[in-house]
């Protein structure tokens, strides 16, 4: 996503050389002082002059980051929703398969997308698949045969289950003829892993 930077960082303790990094969840500095402020304790975060200055709990970090810092606080303060991360856009046609995350429903309705259960012969944008075991993933195949050459299969599944993990995914993916591209932290108890059509395939 672009967000990390070679910066100086001034906190009380000091004015520290190093590298920072805005995640999901925390904004992190990592030099000879290391530095993690989870975002949902940032009180404020203001640019000015090339300064990003944020305000957590009763200390406050100052980071020299130049022309991004604007860029920086702006997703700090206005962080993206869930369908941002997963590419949920208005007007897209979203195929739901598998495991039902009914709230997750309700999101893309709201969105303005158009929900399908079954694959239009035109191939749907988004592909939504609820695994809760490794022997669902035998259907990824299937569903990438209902996507769009340049669409989106997410594959939704529960964070720490011996029933499925990250490396049954992923190789499962790679099965199906498909290229992992990033992965999103879909709920507290739920993980969603991206996966497209290789170009060359399209």
């Known amino acids: 996503m672009g967000y990390d930077a070679t910066c100086i960082l001034r906190i009380a303790e000091g004015t520290?050389?190093?590298?920072?990094?805005?995640?999901?969840h925390d904004l992190v500095f990592r030099g000879p002082?290391?530095?993690?402020?989870?975002?949902?304790?940032?009180?404020?975060?203001?640019a000015r002059d090339g300064l990003l200055t944020v305000r957590y709990g009763r200390r406050t970090a100052t980071f020299e980051l130049g022309q991004v810092a604007g860029k920086w606080a702006d997703r700090i303060t206005n962080p993206p929703s869930r369908l941002d991360k997963l590419g949920v856009k208005p007007g897209l046609t979203v195929l739901i398969a598998g495991t039902i995350h009914e709230v997750l429903l309700s999101e893309i309705t709201s969105r303005g997308a158009r929900v399908?259960?079954?694959?239009?012969?035109?191939?749907?944008?988004?592909?939504?698949?609820?695994?809760?075991?490794?022997?669902?993933?035998?259907r990824l195949a299937g569903l990438k045969s209902g996507l769009k050459p340049n669409g989106a299969l997410w594959v939704i599944r529960p964070k720490g289950s011996p029933a499925i993990s990250e490396s049954d995914v992923m190789t499962s993916g790679r099965n199906a003829g498909l290229v992992?591209?990033?992965?999103?932290?879909?709920?507290a108890t739920h993980t969603a892993e991206k996966f497209v059509i290789p170009r060359g395939a399209r």
């Open 116 to 138: 399908v259960r079954k694959a239009p012969s035109a191939g749907a944008d988004v592909v939504f698949y609820g695994a809760d075991r490794r022997q669902a993933l035998n």
């Open 16 to 24: 520290i050389e190093g590298k920072a990094f805005l995640e999901q």
């Open 180 to 187: 992992d591209v990033k992965v999103v932290s879909f709920s």
């Open 33 to 46: 002082t290391r530095l993690a402020i989870p975002l949902k304790d940032v009180t404020s975060a203001v």
